[in-house]
């Protein structure tokens, strides 16, 4: 049912008015209930609430390799449910056009303007060029609002029935109950080691709660590909189920499925260390894959590019200073508190919709304008793109004017997701820019009556050898066609940026606070094109991942499947004060699968976070005894965990 009235306040009150009966049916909120055979049945005709069943790797040869392990460690683990909290909530307007039959909508989604209007046109039932797109700034996006919701729709629709534009604006416990949530995946998994410490096999079973409706299997499938993160695992096996829950829908969230992964590798890497006896360092350092391997791939078929993963750890824990540690936990024993410390590796393995497109244009007013396909977010899209344009067309910053998320304007675009932004839109501007250089060299050799092998492109001029020259601009006007291009790309190459991160804190035994004091990130982009957008990005997608690990959790009741965490009140979110400084470093190994070697660098601080902040908890309660803290780790959890230590 839906309500449109003048103001919020009558349709809140004529919302009211709406009677509707209810059948109440027995909930399932958590994935492996929801598999048992007595489990109450969301949809008739999906057997055991299972949507998805799959593995991947060998599973003979992990048996083989656990047979013959001198070594087992075991974790079963939730990485639990978290909503993405963008910045502002949910909003639309919708338009319609009666004469020419025409609707407009106005919002914001992270896949873009040109899916949007694809998804809009098939939902209503009209020509895609009855449908246009507009998106204006997006206040943050993760993922979350990455897919087409009801309002996009209904908003448009709800126009043409009325003959108003109409706004729907959700409030944010709207947004609690309906945005598209995140996680939520439980892992069983067993690391297999020799006796000098060489992993030999990794195995296991990843259950992914989907919530009510199949949004995305992308959590659960990228997670799967990246299990044995950059080490060498000849053997590893998982299966994976995808499972239907009273829950709201899961979608992708920053680097979705990968910081799940990260989470238990990294965790089994240390338990594996503490019950064998190893050096959590030295273990680490015996098996990465070392970069004349590369490219390298690994136990499930993915095939890393490029990279020097023992170079990005050295530097990670250099810049930390590991080695000085002691010292400090010398002086936190003194005031009564627990310090502890721990280094995690990531990779992740990016792709999404392989097609992009690049315009160009020398504009009459004195600029070249650039349209692309994506949807900024809050990576700097208005920076970083010109700045491609500035750089290979040798001319100044503020001659570049960008221009996006309008169907109008855009005719082929995948948004952004999956870091697939500056990795393929950089491409396609490269292209744009060869073929803008080839179409001014034949013009320019017309008006300078001179061969065009003879022409060069320098400083956003075309000149001949004797000196005499023309700018983009006077080319373009001496052309009846003016002058411009494209590149249309489609590349399904995926990106694979990796990296190392320390986190050291101190623990109050007698509260269970944590307090995180130095936080050192190592982060490969193969490509820096805008190093302080880079900084920035890390030092949010840091806060993002121990947001989850100490303190953001979604909860249902179990009885009822209502929601728990209906507001701030009770979910709480990363501030100022919690988040520590984040020293960012960033490498370059150019990427071999990137023609300008780009990787992504988006996502990085959120991949390792989760399993280095545990890390290091569980490393500063050590010396009683804990060896396992499940997320969040928040104060109530690690006093309790301290208790039961000290109880035996």
Request: charged share 20%; glycine share 10%; net charge negative.
């Amino acid at each position: 049912a839906l309500v449109v009235a003048e103001t919020t306040a009558l349709a809140a009150e004529a919302a009211e008015r709406v009677e509707v009966e209810y059948e109440p049916l027995p909930p399932v909120v958590h994935a492996r209930d929801a598999m048992a055979p007595d489990a109450p049945l969301l949809w008739s005709d999906c057997a055991n609430n299972l949507a998805l069943t799959c593995e991947v790797g060998d599973k003979d040869a992990a048996d083989t390799a656990f047979a013959t392990a001198a070594h087992i460690v075991r974790l079963d683990s939730w990485i639990h449910r978290v909503t993405g909290s963008p910045m502002e909530p949910r909003a639309v307007v919708g338009e319609y056009d009666a004469a020419r039959d025409h609707y407009t909508l106005r919002a914001g989604s992270g896949r873009g303007v040109v899916q949007t209007r694809e998804r809009l046109a098939l939902t209503l039932g009209v020509p895609v060029e009855n449908c246009r797109a507009v998106f204006g700034d997006m206040g943050g996006n993760f993922g979350t609002r990455n897919a087409f919701t009801p309002e996009f729709a209904l908003m448009p629709w709800a126009a043409r029935r009325v003959g108003r534009p109409v706004k729907w604006t959700a409030t944010r416990q709207e947004c609690f109950l309906t945005d598209y949530q995140a996680r939520d995946l439980t892992s069983d998994a067993e690391l297999a080691l020799d006796a000098e410490g060489n992993f030999l096999g990794l195995r296991g079973i990843n259950t992914l709660n989907l919530g009510a409706y199949t949004v995305y299997f992308w959590p659960l499938r990228k997670g799967l590909s990246m299990m044995q993160s950059i080490y060498r695992i000849p053997a590893v096996h998982f299966q994976g189920h995808a499972v239907l829950t009273n829950t709201a829908p899961i979608a992708v969230y920053r680097s979705a499925g990968r910081p799940e992964a990260i989470f238990m590798i990294e965790r089994l890497i240390d338990l594996a260390a503490e019950q064998c006896g190893f050096d959590r360092v030295e273990l680490r350092r015996r098996n990465l894959v070392k970069s004349d391997a590369m490219p390298f791939t690994n136990g499930v078929g993915v095939t890393y590019d490029s990279g020097d993963y023992p170079a990005c750890m050295a530097e990670a824990l250099a810049a930390s200073d590991w080695d000085g540690y002691a010292k400090r936990k010398e002086e936190s024993s003194a005031r009564g508190r627990c310090r502890g410390i721990a280094v995690a590796n990531y990779i992740e393995v990016t792709s999404g919709i392989p097609r992009e497109r690049a315009e160009l244009t020398v504009c009459p007013d004195g600029t070249v304008e650039l349209i692309a396909g994506t949807m900024s977010s809050g990576q700097g899209h208005e920076t970083s793109f010109p700045q491609l344009v500035c750089d290979w067309l040798q001319i100044p910053f503020e001659r570049v004017r960008y221009t996006a998320n309008d169907t109008d304007r855009v005719s082929v675009g995948g948004g952004s997701h999956s870091g697939r932004s500056m990795r393929l839109v950089s491409i396609a501007v490269g292209d744009a820019v060869d073929a803008l250089l080839a179409k001014g060299k034949t013009i320019a050799a017309q008006i300078l009556q001179a061969p065009e092998a003879e022409i060069t492109f320098a400083e956003g001029a075309f000149s001949t050898a004797s000196g005499a020259s023309v700018d983009l601009w006077e080319t373009a006007a001496a052309s009846p066609d003016g002058l411009a291009s494209f590149g249309d790309i489609t590349n399904r190459a995926g990106g694979y940026p990796y990296g190392a991160h320390v986190c050291e804190l101190e623990v109050d035994p007698e509260t269970g606070d944590t307090d995180i004091l130095r936080w050192t990130a190592v982060d490969d982009v193969g490509l820096a094109v805008n190093p302080l957008i880079l900084h920035g990005q890390a030092h949010g997608a840091v806060a993002q991942g121990l947001g989850q690990a100490l303190m953001e959790s979604i909860h249902y009741d179990p009885e009822t499947a209502q929601l728990l965490t209906g507001s701030f009140m009770d979910y709480a979110m990363p501030r100022a004060i919690t988040t520590p400084p984040v020293d960012t470093i960033i490498t370059e190994v150019p990427a071999s699968s990137h023609p300008h070697g780009v990787r992504p660098g988006g996502e990085g601080g959120t991949t390792p976070a989760l399993g280095v902040v545990i890390n290091a908890i569980v490393d500063a309660l050590s010396d009683y005894g804990v060896t396992h803290i499940e997320m969040p780790a928040t104060p109530q959890r690690i006093w309790q965990a301290i208790q039961s230590a000290k109880q035996g």
